[in-house]
C-alpha cells in the first residue's frame, strides 16, 4: 500500500486546515483498514495524534488534539480519508504523516507501538504561524 499525503502548507493560528491521505496498491478501503495521522514538530520525535477504525466504530484520539482535530473518510473515494484541524497553534507546526494498519485497532498501542503499523506516508508539511 502506497500513502500520499497531499494538502498541508502555510496557515496563521486559529484557522482551520484540512489535509489528506491518499491510499493505492493492493485493494484498499478505509472503511476496512485501520486509519491514523502522526506529526513529527521541528527537532522532535514523532507523536501520534489520532487512529479510526470504521468497521468496528473505534477512535483514538491525543489529548493534545482532542476536540480541535476531526479523522474523517471522504465520501467520493474508498481510498482516501483526511484530518480537520480547527483552532490551530503554532505548536502544531510539524510534518503530518497518515499511516495504515489491516489489525491494530486504535488505542495507547497505536501512540506507543508505532513500529507495529504497516504503511506509511511519505508526509506533509504543515506551518501555522503565530
Known amino acids: 500500500v502506497q500513502l500520499v499525503e497531499p494538502g498541508g502548507g502555510l496557515v496563521q493560528a486559529v484557522d482551520p486546515l484540512r489535509i489528506y491521505c491518499a491510499a493505492s496498491?493492493?485493494?484498499?478501503?478505509?472503511?476496512?483498514?485501520?486509519m491514523g495521522w502522526f506529526r513529527r514538530p521541528p527537532g522532535k520525535e514523532r507523536e501520534f495524534d489520532v487512529a479510526?477504525?470504521?468497521?468496528?466504530?473505534?477512535?483514538?484520539y491525543a489529548d493534545a488534539v482532542k476536540l480541535r482535530f476531526t479523522i474523517s473518510r471522504d465520501s467520493a473515494s474508498e481510498s482516501v480519508f483526511l484530518l480537520q484541524m480547527n483552532s490551530l497553534k503554532p505548536e502544531d507546526t510539524a510534518l503530518y504523516y497518515c499511516?495504515?494498519?489491516?489489525?491494530?485497532?486504535?488505542?495507547?498501542?497505536?501512540?506507543?507501538?508505532?513500529?507495529?503499523?504497516?504503511?506509511w506516508g511519505q508526509g506533509t508539511q504543515v506551518t501555522v504561524s503565530s
Open positions: 496498491g493492493r485493494t484498499f478501503n478505509t472503511y476496512h483498514t485501520i
Open positions: 479510526i477504525s470504521w468497521s468496528r466504530n473505534i477512535t483514538y
Open positions: 499511516a495504515a494498519d489491516p489489525a491494530l485497532l486504535p488505542s495507547p498501542r497505536w501512540a506507543t507501538r508505532p513500529e507495529l503499523i504497516s504503511d
